[in-house]
């Protein structure tokens, strides 16, 4: 999985840099946010790219990232959902429990 991570105001970004679809792998994810936990960052953000899909693979591990994030009370959000990952967020119930915003800049 292509990745950046970078700060924007108090939130470190995950920007994704690629699709995700059926057959993507971002259990990367987990270990990157391992690694914001343990240097004390507590707020953290997903970045997408466009037209990106979760699956019940990819979207079991954005669920472990909000649980690891919850447990050391910290905030996750999630940049640029569109349609498509919301409806997914919606069907597992968890829509309300995490913040989303269209743009970087909508973190600060």
């Given at each position: 999985m292509l990745?950046?991570?970078y700060e924007i105001g108090t939130y470190h970004v995950i920007k994704i840099n690629e699709i995700?679809?059926?057959?993507s792998n971002i259990d990367e994810l987990l270990s990157i946010i391992d690694n914001l936990l343990k240097k004390n960052v507590k707020n953290i953000a997903i970045s997408f790219q466009d037209n990106s899909y979760l699956y019940s693979k990819t979207g079991s591990v954005i669920v472990r990232c909000w649980e690891k994030i919850q447990d050391q009370n910290g905030n996750l959000a999630l940049i640029n959902t569109n349609e498509d990952i919301r409806d997914f967020l919606a069907v597992i119930d968890i829509e309300f429990l995490i913040k989303k915003v269209s743009t970087e800049e909508e973190l600060l």
């Open positions: 990745t950046e991570v995700l679809h059926l057959t």
